[in-house]
């Protein structure tokens, strides 16, 4: 089944405790990207990748760290959580660019407390 | 101004009933128009790409109109089960977005429909 899938889907921290969300996809997408959604504000990208070793910012990145040593990977880090990053965040794959059909995964739910 | 502009809702529609929305964008050099759909804490999915000519599949209808810069999206006979957030997305080719094709997502409109 095609699909792309996060983890953990729910996760509290504390501040300043160095957290990874992982994304996989088994479609083969060449452009991945994260997105973090807020109320009244829709789904904002944080970082994307182009394909492999090819990453770079989107509209809110202060805060995170991506990277994509593999196709199929696109982990999201958060060196330093913070309060304000308290979100739900969203990865999403695509064939090769934002003009095609993004697949997402079912989300994460973060609080940082 | 946004990008991507909806009217964020909450529509409350007797089921059976006909339902429009429109979204409005601010970069006229955009060249890919879709609405997603959204049910609630769940992840966004493809409802439908918007086409230059208009498109329609099966209760839905999605138009563009370049000139004013909006699209729509018409649900008719509408049911229960389309009860969810419709997102507006547009990928704004162009200045400063060469290079990154990304996705720029409307805030959503609310849609409840009543039995």
């Known amino acids: 089944e095609a699909q792309v899938t996060q983890n953990p889907r729910y996760l509290i921290t504390v501040t300043g405790k160095k957290l990874t969300v992982t994304c996989s996809q088994n479609?083969?997408?060449?452009?991945m990207s994260w997105y973090r959604q807020d109320p009244g504000l829709g789904l904002r990208q944080i970082y994307y990748s182009m394909n492999v070793e090819v990453t770079d910012k989107g509209d809110v990145p202060e805060g995170y760290k991506v990277s994509r040593k593999e196709k199929r990977n696109f982990p999201l880090i958060l060196e330093s959580p913070s309060p304000n990053q308290t979100s739900l965040y969203f990865c999403a794959s695509s064939l090769s660019s934002g003009s095609t059909e993004a697949f997402f995964g079912q989300g994460t739910r973060l609080t940082v407390v | 101004r946004k990008e991507v502009e909806q009217d964020p809702g909450p529509f409350n529609v007797p089921e059976g009933a006909t339902v429009a929305f429109n979204c409005t964008y601010s970069n006229s050099a955009s060249q890919s128009f879709f609405w997603y759909r959204q049910d609630c804490r769940k992840e966004p999915k493809l409802l439908m790409s918007?086409?230059?000519s208009g498109n329609e599949d099966g209760r839905f209808t999605a138009q563009l109109n370049r000139a004013s810069q909006y699209i729509s999206l018409l649900i008719r006979d509408s049911k229960l089960s389309d009860s969810a957030t419709y997102l507006c997305v547009v990928n704004p080719r162009g200045p400063p977005n060469f290079g990154n094709e990304k996705l720029t997502f409307g805030t959503g409109t609310r849609l409840t429909i009543i039995p």
């Open positions: 918007v086409y230059s």
């Open positions: 479609m083969n997408h060449e452009y």
